[in-house]
């Protein structure tokens, strides 16, 4: 291959490669993820990446349109790639959920595309992880919901979050009683500022876009300060509501959900009520969710989500009522890192092995499919170089382990297993079947995971 | 959302949906896929699905060429989606390499897409598979690839396969002894069509294609037809390419994976010295694998590959030999269909839970998390229906075991485990935490697992 035609080797703008070091703990993520969705009994599917442009067009927002990547593709029909994985799921359900029959229950993990601004940081290609449920009005589903958030955040090693629930029709129930019903939507987009740029502006944005008086707009604001804990909060919105059918209704859901999640042995202060919670979508119509790291509360809602009525109502007559919730991913994945929860490793493989003595690579490939029988990730260096820079190697990678045998540990029948971290080393027979390197190593590395 | 502006909800033209009952299957392989080659201390990479276009085109052949899927993006950047995860392996490695080290392993499971005539029952976007060692010529790593598809097929649960071995400079140095070295690439083209066309048409493609004669033709189809233990092969192709260096290399080179793979304790049968194997690539220059099953050799290769000498040199000017293989995801899928080692599921949850007594949400849910804490999937049914209506549910998604709880049972601190399958139940006490009912449903599942 000629110098002359070389091409600069270079990663498309707004787009970037996950080396093994972010690669690794993305991956256990999403099998964090993938095993707590399916411990609830929810199932993977996986649709196209690209869909006809028509499917995506006009689901979101303008801006989500304007982001599409959009083409026509060999036989000249106009494509795009999916910006969200909820309007797929939305088209899948149209078309298949006669055959699968409700409630249907799926979770799907995959990348999604937005061709949007770069300048703040954001990528163009980034990976969702959704979980739904679908066909059911059920408060069941509501709090499973709930739970699985729970679940989530305990699996990823988290023991400081709270899942801030709310419900629509309560801060719809309330906008009645003042006089602004008919202004929801525009009130709701304001109030989900309140984190970001405090009461006074919000009260601004609710008067000069949502026409609300500065009396009325007060009254939202109090509302959304209402706190104590979840039987005071609901024991205040009752009266709040009362006389809306809608604002009484929101405020049992609720009433169910807290006493149900609590029921399931889940500590209080992992499920709160907060009338603050608004999200900003029209979509949602019933409970809504976010979820906030008690050490990193700055960085906002890292699994959020909510009930709606209609999922699929522009592909099919059908009804199909859900509740649903979606993980960020890189978000999360920022934020682990900052509290220092990541590893610094890049590779999956905590054992290596040096090939120390030329003629004796059948000695190390057995020694290493004993432990990887054991369930342990093993690297085997493929060339028979200086020790030093064999050991340099893994410590680059973060292994935590080597196990040393040149001739003279292999005449002997030893094998010198080598803590990279500590420098220590300690002499093992080889024996039968390698059971006592096995359980030295083993030892080893649970000592290690532990501090 | 009106009737008028409904969309006919369907895939795109060459694309299909994974519904659960496809993509746990499809999770299960790429699952057991990451495991192996995790074990073996690959690492996991992502690169952008999006790619420049300059990145792609010319790096496969006319055809994929003609495939890729391009446009300009949001910049008027040509852009284009990735057709394989090479061409992005060696861009990501002239980039990234310096820093990473070598030798550099890593494995990517991802979709690539291809607009292929879809008659042939092809589908646009695919899952590849792929695992690679670059920047070594060890040996080592050729003997390592052919332990990492040994043990994924072992992982995967088959008991009758046969990885297939050959060297290019065997065949190439064949080639230079009878006067066709510089014709062998359209004599290994023809040669890998061996299987699918037979001797006599590989003859003619070799005299019209490779301007061979008919004599030459006849030496090629001998020497591709050596056969025999893997010992008895070796011995033969030493005279046959005596006096060719490159051809002598290769028949070392293949003793010494054959000696290696032997000594690491796998099952001679599992890996055959085939001079066949000729694989259709230019790319390769060393050994090269194909993976057969045995119980259905006609679908072809399930898991290839080869070493190749310099993967990035359009990229930069330093070489990084490697080698690496793919593992056919779709192909395999199908495979194990077709011998019946798919489960017929749609769900991820053996365990099923009615909703029967309406107030008692709670009780069901405790029940749920002890077994989740013990590692089962369980899902509880949202809504409190009649109870043959939620087995035919669980019976239809392929649940196992249904825990019954009425209000008779619940009142008795009692539990009815139903066998879905043999519908055969038992009654156990609730106790305290579910113990008993956590082993009992355990040992259902178990039997149930191995039978």
């Not at 059920?138 to 679940?151: F, M």
Request: with cysteine.
């Amino acid at each position: 291959m000629s110098t002359d035609k070389r091409i600069e080797p270079r990663t498309l703008k707004g787009f970037r490669d996950y080396p093994p070091a972010t690669m690794l703990p993305r991956e256990r993520l999403m099998e964090t993820a993938r095993r707590v969705y399916r411990s609830y009994g929810f199932s993977p599917i996986d649709t196209p990446a690209l869909e006809y442009l028509e499917i995506l067009t006009g689901k979101g927002s303008d801006e989500t349109d304007r982001q599409l990547y959009r083409f026509q593709d060999h036989g000249e029909r106009w494509v795009a790639l999916r910006f969200d994985l909820t309007v797929p799921l939305a088209r899948f359900a149209a078309q298949h959920i006669a055959e699968l029959g409700t409630p249907f229950k799926r979770y799907h993990i995959a990348p999604v595309w937005r061709g949007e601004n770069t300048q703040r940081g954001r990528y163009r290609e980034f990976v969702q992880c959704d979980f739904d449920t679908i066909g059911t009005r059920a408060a069941a589903a509501d709090i499973e919901t709930a739970l699985v958030i729970h679940d989530l955040f305990q699996a990823l090693g988290f023991r400081d979050f709270a899942i801030r629930v709310n419900h629509r029709q309560v801060l719809n129930g309330l906008l009645e009683r003042i006089g602004l019903g008919e202004q929801s939507t525009n009130v709701l987009r304001a109030l989900d500022k309140l984190r970001k740029i405090g009461p006074e502006k919000v009260a601004e944005e609710m008067i000069a876009t949502a026409g609300a008086t500065r009396p009325q707009a007060e009254q939202v604001l109090k509302f959304a300060a209402v706190s104590g804990t979840n039987d005071e909060v609901l024991a205040q919105l009752g009266p709040l509501v009362a006389g809306s059918q809608r604002g009484e209704e929101g405020v049992a859901r609720l009433a169910e959900i807290i006493a149900a999640v609590r029921g399931a042995g889940v500590a209080e202060e992992r499920l709160a009520v907060d009338v603050s919670i608004a999200r900003g979508l029209d979509y949602y119509t019933g409970v809504v969710f976010e979820t906030f790291l008690g050490q990193l509360p700055g960085i906002g809602s890292v699994c959020s989500g909510g009930r709606y009525d209609n999922l699929a109502g522009l592909y099919t007559s059908q009804e199909l009522p859900g509740i649903g919730a979606s993980l960020g991913l890189d978000r999360l994945l920022a934020a682990m890192e900052e509290l220092g929860l990541l590893e610094k490793v890049a590779t999956p493989a905590p054992v290596f092995i040096p090939y120390f003595a030329a003629d004796r690579l059948v000695d190390y490939l057995r020694l290493a499919a004993a432990l990887r029988a054991a369930g342990m990730n093993v690297e085997v260096y493929p060339e028979a170089r200086k020790l030093g820079q064999q050991l340099k190697y893994a410590d680059k990678r973060g292994c935590r382990v080597a196990l040393v045998q040149g001739e003279d540990e292999l005449a002997a029948g030893q094998c010198q297993i080598k803590d990279l971290t500590s420098g220590q080393s300690q002499s093992v027979s080889l024996g039968d079947g390698f059971a006592e390197v096995v359980a030295a190593v083993q030892r080893l590395l649970t000592i290690g995971a532990q501090t």
